[in-house]
Every structure is written in C-alpha cells, then in structure tokens.
C-alpha cells in the first residue's frame, strides 16, 4: 500500500512539474508578444540617455552583433534557418501559425541580409549594429560613450530602449508619427530577444535573434502582431 502511495505521490508531482515547465515557457513567449511597453494612446516619452543598465545591455547586444557579422562573413554559402512564425491580426482573436525557412548571409556591399523563398509575414531586415535603426547607438556604445535613446529621421521618431529578462538581452523600438495636432503617437512597436553571452555560452549564435516581435495598433487600442522565433 506504502508503495502504491509512492507512486501515486510521484506521478502527481511529476504532472506539476510538467505543467509548471510549460506554463514558464508559455509566458516567456507571451512576454514578447503581448506586452506593450507603449499604450497606442500614449505620446512618446522625452528624449534621455540610455540608462546605465540599458547601456551594458546594449554593449552586450552591439558586441554580438559584431561576433555575428564576422561569423557570417565566414560562411561564403550563408546560413538557412528555421522560424516558428506566429501572426494575429486586427479583429481576430485567432493566432495563425506556421513555419518559415530562410537564408542569411553576410556581403561587404550589402551587410546582413535575409531571404525567403515564397512571400512571407516575417521581417526580413536583420537586426546588427549596421541596421539603420541601430548603427548610430551602436557606434556609441562600442566607443564607450552613453547615447540617446531617441532617433530624428525627418517627420518620424524612433525610441530605442534596451532590457534583460528570463534569460534573454531585448531591443526594443518604438516608431512614433505626428499627428494632426503635432503630437508623436506610436504605430508601431517591437521587441527582440537577442543571443548574447548571457543566453547561450556557444559564440557562434552570438548577435543572431531568437525572438523578434513587431506589434501594429487596431481600431480598438489592441494590437495585431507578427512573431517570429529561430528554432
């Protein structure tokens, strides 16, 4: 009877433990796909510097972009990767999902570069410290010096902020337009988990990205969203 009680005992926890594992997993895609860091209805935040935190991360991530792009112009071939690419659009509470092979490669002309071989949902512009988003900040903080978080590219906005959570080292960017009464409002927001040191000890997956989310704003002040995961 003893050992029967052992058994049953067991199982339990072994359903807990399974249960609790997938629930962390869950949440930890969650957390880069249905967090916004800005209310659509929220006007952009005032310029700053990247804040000390924010600023090792982003010495962690600019550096890595780095070990990537020298990884790759050692692979004359390029690179095919796998995506689990998950997509929700404006009034649908359906997520569709499916899987995306691409190719990446490495040229001095052209930089860092992603294609598909069919039309795809994916963004296909690869984040590195020569990404036209990232290459100013970048080059700051590889020289050492805390840049601002805020970029001026004529009528648009763009907010650059940088974090670490369960395990992972994130960008996010924030696109502002201005509106009819000269007010900077969000259209669109993403987040990326990129491979540095802190997630993985094997350096050629340094600088790649394991999650990226762009979400846009719905009618409704929700989001419609595309996420796309390396596997």
Sequence with gaps: MKRKWNLLILLCLTLVLSCGK?????EEV???????????????????????????VAENICHSFQNMRAFLATQSAGLDLDFRV????????DLSEH?????IQYSRSAGVTMSTSSRTSMATDVLSDRHERLSHICSEVISGTRPSNTIVDG??????????TKGYEYIQ??????N?????YPYLIEKAAIVTETSSSREVTHGFTKYRA???????NTNSYVLQEWL
């Design 22 to 26: 997938k629930a962390s997993e869950d």
């Design 30 to 56: 969650k957390g880069i796909e249905n967090v916004n860091p800005y209310d659509w209805t929220t006007p952009m935040r005032a310029q700053e510097l990247l804040t000390e935190e924010e600023f090792g």
């Design 86 to 93: 998950e997509t929700k659009s404006c009034g649908s509470s």
């Design 99 to 103: 899987n995306e092979s691409a190719q």
């Design 155 to 164: 009528a648009l906005r763009y907010q650059v902020n940088f974090f670490s």
């Design 173 to 178: 960017i924030a696109e502002f337009k201005k």
């Design 180 to 184: 009819s009464s000269g007010i900077f």
């Design 214 to 220: 762009v979400h846009r704003p719905c009618s409704n």
